[in-house]
């Protein structure tokens, strides 16, 4: 892909390229254009990882690699860099004539197809499994190295880590701790404890603290 102006593009074209992208690229995505060591364009979707224009690229980010390297790059990366981790897509471009990128930023678990995603979890109790339906799980925490999930008046535990399932549950399910993941259907309300952390309640009465890791996933994904 060619963009036929300098890093100085006006923000009506660039515009005009993201209109073009809006096409094919999901709603909830973000749209980003690096050129050189720094951001040109900016434009966020749903699942905004906050970049601003004029910002530099950092090290280990997926424009610094498609621009160091010039290939097309496919990425999960983890919220160490802009604190919301992200399934990110680099293009090799050309401003006339020096290396950039355009960066399409999704979801972590856009990458993982839809056949791919579960549709239940499958619980153990005592020497029983039971198939739960994800609708009635509202929630998934990681204790004394299991994984349990719970449904109303009932816990189960399951084969999968919490990596795994954040990778493979539909968008409704959100990790808000190293050791939660919610079903957002689930909030009853959001607060502040007396630190001033955010803590949800779920309808069920459990409340459960936010972490700083994912306090900006939080509140892009919940919107406020």
């Known amino acids: 892909m060619k963009i036929m102006e ?8 660039l ?4 209109s073009v992208l809006e096409d094919w690229v999901p709603k909830d995505a973000s749209i980003a254009i690096a050129v050189s060591d720094h951001y040109i364009y900016y434009v966020p979707g749903m699942h905004d990882i906050h970049l601003r224009e004029g910002q530099h690229i950092q090290t280990g980010s997926i424009a610094e690699v ?9 990425v999960i990366m983890d919220n160490s860099l802009y604190g ?3 399934f990110g897509i680099g293009y090799p471009i050309d401003v006339q004539g020096e290396d950039g990128a355009l960066i399409i930023i999704l979801p ?3 990458h993982v197809l839809k056949k791919d995603q579960l549709q239940f979890l499958t619980g153990k109790k005592e020497d029983e499994w039971f198939p739960i339906p994800l609708d009635q799980v509202s ?3 990681s204790l004394h190295k299991k994984t349990w999930f719970y449904t109303a008046g009932e816990n189960y535990n399951i084969s999968f880590t919490l990596k795994d399932l954040h990778l493979r549950l539909p968008r409704c399910f959100l990790r808000i701790h190293r050791s939660y993941i919610i079903n957002m259907n689930c909030i009853e309300k ?4 007396f630190s001033s952390n955010l803590v949800i309640k779920l309808v069920d009465g459990t409340e459960l603290p936010v972490s700083q ?3 900006n996933e939080v509140r892009a994904l919940l919107g406020f």
Do not use: H, M
Request: proline fraction near 5%.
């Open 139 to 141: 929630y998934i925490e």
């Open 108 to 110: 972590p678990n856009f």
């Open 190 to 193: 959001i607060s502040r404890d």
């Open 15 to 18: 515009n005009q390229y993201a």
């Open 6 to 13: 300098n890093k100085d593009i006006p923000k009506k074209i």
């Open 66 to 74: 498609t621009i160091k390297d010039q290939r097309k790059v496919e």
């Open 84 to 86: 919301t981790s992200y």
């Open 213 to 215: 890791t994912y306090l």
